[in-house]
């Protein structure tokens, strides 16, 4: 016995159509998900070790405008994402599940076989318990053949869904689905009266129809268009108690709050508003409902308020539309405030992120733009008619004065060759245009400065004459005269940025180039020099093969070891070494030990570091005094112990006992602790612990506390042992350090003869880390007892 249940959901996704049937074979139950599109996709399923699908995953390749709530019934789990990369698909079993590819429609295609494909426009997934239902599925042999089936040319008979006792279900209507697929197309239209009138007939004609919630929706929104506040919440107010878990209803939410508001009643305006907050602050349309809510505030004159909501809902939505709206908004108010500044950073994020909307606020993008240019902000007020003019038709009377305008504003922001290129549009579009006489004027203001000649005007002159007249005569000169005068300005990067321009201009007619191009190249490698920008300066010294006075090479070589040019460091050292002046020879010498120390080149290292000891003993130079502290650390990585006491000594005599070396005293009682020599790790650690305690850094313990009270206990100073592990409690450790910090203090006692502070500390010890070595110890010691 066969039962079939069809249609039990079905989600329209624009092309894409799911839907998910249930029916029963002998006795047990089965699901059929059907996906459905107008073009061929892919689905893919992954298999566990034995052979069963345990994934189903479907590609789209571009993305929805509208998703679906997942689906989850007796066998299937199915759920969607939607990526920049397309629209993705999952199925997940609750039991069993197999992928079905529908290549054919039995209906239309004449012939059938059976073909193993990656994509088509029909897939199916049955959810099952244990059974495969529907199909007997058999292997054929693999020396087969497979024949297509060949069908009749008539369409085959085709039966629809089945009600419970499997007979057809009789649908005698459908203009439901008619009417709802024109209201859509008339809302697309922003038809809106349509809209509603589509809607209540269709409400009235088929009062059982299952578009009954969009219909309400398409009607609630058409509502909103037509600023018809009483009748959106008539309808609103029932779609919230009938379809409270609709996926429409954050949407809802705030287009009754902002109705309420229109009609003055702001208490229930506020609920609403913080039901939409609480409730959907997921969704988009909280960030709508902050626009809202802040347009309600200015309304009752609270606008420091509306401030606040108008930037929350711009730093918190995620759609460029709402962000917008919010951003175009807190210009006005910052115009208003007399905040120019902060009004144009508002106006750069629209501009760079939505310019279209300005076509949407037309009218106050225009007034707004002529408030920048009035508030000595053209550049602004060009964002906004540049965005105007690329959504106006060419044939509106509104394009000639946006045009116009513009070049006027780029003239007045200093972009002159692109203020040039809107006049001239302006004049050749429009010869017997009403603002001929003004364009020109102001085109010729361009070249032409009256009283300003100095160099920024002059520049900006040539500027436009290269961008005027290109490659002819008159443009390569105004080019070369460019050249002349940014190097007289010593505005070198500008004239390198020109090379490839100035190196195609003849050289018996221009015979200055190349020396612009060296004197330029020289003059931006000082700069970059001075300003310790090292990347940069030995690119150009590499690429122009630069040579520079010795003045320069300390500055150079700062540059060559920051940028890890350790070859063209060395160079720069050598010809220094041989300098009569023995200063000069130091500064040098120590900059070559310190080179090859950063290149572990430790025995050179030590050579030089030797001569330089030298150096120093003839004349004091102290501060190269950190010769020591290189040398020290040299000698420690090649293993020179005596290297090592000695450098740590005369480390000491120059800088005294200073916090930056004590790793370098930790050092050295890990080395008296190599040589057995009591004396030195005391020396040593004792200095540690009094830098830890005048800093206040305890970096080195409590390794340094227990090497040291190991120490004085193998003299017998246990006194001292137990003092200075004391000096641990008031550290913070980890529990098993902890723990052995306390055991360590009870052995001590313990063979002081002092039992009770012993089973103190045996029992802090324990308590400290119970599982650790040291609590385990703590736990026999306290047996002894």
Known sequence: MRLW?????????YALELSIQSGKEEGEKFSILHLRDISPFSCKATNDEFGEARRIECYLPASLKQTFSPIDNTYLKVSAVSSSNGYIITVLPKAKMKLIPIPFNLSKDIQTYQADITTTDHWTVVGYKKTFPLLKPSVPPESAINFPVKLSKDSVPYVGGLDLKGNPIKITRVQDVTDYMEMKKAYVAKDYDKVLDLADNTLKSYPKTVFKNELMLYQIRALHEKEEPEKLLEIAKRFLRDYSADPNVAEVLAYTARAYGKIGQSIDADYFFDRLFDEQSDSVFASLGMVYKAEQLEASGEPKKALSFYQKALAS?????????????????????????????????????????FDEVRENATQMADTFVNRNDPKTATKITEGLLNKTDKKSPDHQVLLKNLGLQLAKAGKRSDALKRFNEYLSTYQYGNYVEEVRHAKDGLFFDEGDQNSTSEIKKYNDLIERYGDDSVGQKALYKKAQLLVKEKKYKEVLDMESDLYRLESTEYPETDGMITKSAIGLEKEYLKAGKCTEAMKLQTMYRIKLLPQWDSLIFDCAIKTTQYDVAKKIVQPHLKSKSVSERQNWLYRMVKTEFELGEYKQAVKGGEELITLLGVEKNPPLNDIYRIMFDSAQRTGDANAMIRQAKAIETAFGTDFKDIERYTQMVSLGLTRKDEAMVQTYGRKVVALQERTKTFTQSPYIEFTLAQSYQNLNKDKDALNILKTLSTKKLTNEKRSRQQYLIGAIAQKMGRTAEAKAAFNASIKADKNSAWGKLAKDALGLF
Not at 5 to 13: G, Q, S
Not at 339 to 344: C, F, I, L, M, S
């Open 5 to 13: 249940i069809a249609l039990c959901l079905c989600l329209p996704l």
């Open 317 to 357: 939505s995620s759609d460029v539309a709402i962000a917008s709206k919010a951003a175009f908004r807190l210009a006005q108010m910052e115009l208003d405030g007399g905040n120019t500044q902060k009004a144009a950073q508002y106006i750069d994020k629209i501009a760079s992120a939505n310019p279209n909307y």
